[in-house]
């Protein structure tokens, strides 16, 4: 988890932000953010999203690992959706196969790269 997590604390310190400022402008105790920084705590969807915003940060940077594994699982349960698909052909399942099939080559294509 610390790896994922110093990339919060790796963003702020390459804007030569204070951890007193980021706190500041989410609200949030000081002390608070810094065990989020250190992996001691998880961060919530808004104090993501405050980094994601602040500092131009992609999602995908932010979490390198927890994305990698995302991609891993989706892409193996949309084969496995679409294998169910296939087998059911029931006639609207044509569009849902195309889509997860789009969206699953699109991971095998570095649509999303680290």
């Known amino acids: 988890m610390n790896k994922k997590i110093n990339s919060l604390a790796l963003y702020r310190t390459e804007a030569n932000i204070s951890l007193n400022d980021v706190a500041y402008l989410l609200n949030i105790d000081t ?8 992996g001691i705590r998880k961060p919530t969807a808004r104090i993501i ?6 500092f131009d940060a992609p999602l995908i940077k932010l979490f390198p690992e927890e994305f990698n594994d995302l991609q ?18 029931p006639p609207k399942s044509r569009n849902r196969i195309k889509y997860i099939s789009d969206f699953v080559n699109g991971l095998n294509n570095s649509l999303y790269e680290m």
């Open 72 to 89: 891993i699982q989706l892409k193996l349960r949309s084969q496995k959706l679409i294998t169910q698909l296939k087998t059911e052909q």
């Open 31 to 38: 002390g608070n953010l810094s065990r989020i920084e250190k």
């Open 49 to 54: 999203l405050l980094y994601h915003i602040l």
